[in-house]
């Protein structure tokens, strides 16, 4: 009991590092659980270090990484996967006990979300020896067996299966440049979840988070304009270079910008369905609409959100 009390947070600290090993466990040994139990992992330790301090967070952190690696045959998955979770948390529950402010919290998480994408790419194709190129070729491989299956029990014919080869082509060339720039975006979306799911988790637990966060008022500055302008330049320069690492960054710039840009104009035609003064009735048919014309949508939106953070589009209303 004494030495209970002399360390009040040690029992927590045993705790948050159980739930966060047995947590990474299950992502671990059940695949299809892996992408919920990334969005729950940095909890506990978020919970940990806005409920006492960075130094038992921590401390929990290096006990997690311990039970891991004790528990799981593959030390270097269990070493990934507390590279993935540990620093997040930490990172969510600095800026929550510190109540740095929605948007600066987003920027932060934003850059941190695409340095564990680059370190997801670097370990695990360059360390492990495996390119981009052998995961497409892999692809080729099993689409053709696929396509020699259907063939010879009668499901494709000849013709059918030289435009399945060439879809399998066209699907394999798009895997092969958007790779990076896919697991950048899986990453953003994976960080920010994590983030709010963790601000609602904490004010419920009574306590204090930054201000709301509205969707449909969060803008961005006017030089992000520059993540299109670079991609643009790079992939020009690297066709006309004929350099295709410049031309494959470039283009994975673009890829990552089309998303943000995508979603800020969601949130602007989101602003403004809510202020159009009609029944409910109305705007459910209009979203249903956007929703049928998908691809148009996705358009607007994507040209919606290049224009906002130059012109504002919703200053006049908020003024």
């Avoid at 659980?33 to 919970?47: A, G």
């Avoid at 060339?173 to 697991?183: A, C, M, S």
């Avoid at 988790?201 to 509205?214: A, E, I, S």
Wanted: aromatic fraction near 12%; proline fraction near 3%.
């Amino acid at each position: 009991m004494h030495s209970v009390e002399k360390y009040p947070g040690a029992i927590e600290i045993i705790i948050a590092a159980t739930v966060m090993a047995l947590l990474g466990l299950v992502g671990l040994y059940i695949a299809p659980l892996f992408f919920l139990i990334m969005l729950l992992l940095p909890l506990p330790l978020v919970y940990l270090i806005l409920k006492r301090d960075l130094l038992c967070g921590l401390l929990a952190v290096m006990l997690t990484t311990l039970i891991l690696m004790v528990t799981f045959d593959h030390i270097k998955s269990a070493g990934l996967l507390v590279l993935q979770f540990a620093p997040l948390g930490v990172l969510i529950g600095i800026m929550l006990k510190n109540r740095v402010a929605v948007n600066k919290s987003m920027a932060v998480l934003f850059f941190w979300a695409l340095i564990i994408a680059v370190l997801n790419l670097f370990f695990s194709f360059i360390l492990s020896g495996a390119g981009i190129s052998q995961v497409t070729e892999e692809f080729r491989v099993t689409m053709e067996q696929m396509a020699s299956l259907y063939n010879q029990n009668g499901l494709l014919n000849e013709a059918d299966r030289q435009q399945y080869l060439a879809l399998t082509e066209q699907v394999a060339y798009l895997v092969q440049t958007f790779l990076p720039g896919n697991v950048a975006v899986w990453n953003i979306m994976m960080t920010m979840v994590t983030y709010f799911i963790a601000r609602q988790w904490m004010h419920k637990l009574g306590y204090t988070v930054p201000d709301n966060f509205y969707f449909t008022k969060w803008q961005l500055p006017w030089y992000c304009i520059w993540l299109i302008i670079i991609g643009l330049a790079l992939t020009m320069g690297g066709d006309e270079l004929s350099w295709q690492l410049m031309e494959l960054t470039g283009k994975n710039i673009l890829y990552i910008a089309a998303f943000i840009f995508f979603v800020l104009g969601i949130a602007v035609i989101l602003h403004y369905i809510q202020l159009w003064r009609v029944s409910k009735v109305v705007k459910f048919i209009v979203m249903a609409v956007l929703l049928l014309y998908l691809p148009f949508t996705a358009v607007m939106a994507l040209a919606i959100g290049v224009i906002d953070p130059v012109v504002n589009l919703r200053r006049h209303r908020s003024e």
